[in-house]
């Protein structure tokens, strides 16, 4: 399933597919969330979004990494998902 992401999902929790909190959607730009981590825990988001050898500063993820889009949060696809 493919969720379009709106300015509507600004501030929104991120989620991974085990629940697990990444961060907070920051800004949505054409269907891709800059996302802010959650207390600084960038590793994490960096296993998340496949970017651990990146040194990127500025944290995005595309609609096709979603899985679901709630009410208050925004859940990712697993690896075997993406």
Do not use: C
Not at 10 to 33: F, N, S, Y
Not at 54 to 79: C, H, I, K, P, W
Request: proline share 2%; aromatic share 6%.
């Amino acid at each position: 399933m493919n969720e379009t992401l709106t300015q509507d999902d600004e501030g929104k929790r991120v989620v991974g597919p085990d629940g697990e909190v990444l961060g907070t959607i920051d800004k949505v730009d054409q269907g891709v969330a800059h996302v802010e981590p959650d207390a600084g825990d960038y590793e994490t988001v960096k296993r998340y979004l496949n970017w651990e050898d990146s040194a990127a500063d500025d944290y995005t993820f595309q609609e096709t990494a979603v899985e679901e889009v709630t009410d208050d949060e925004v859940v990712l696809r697993g690896d075997d998902e993406r």
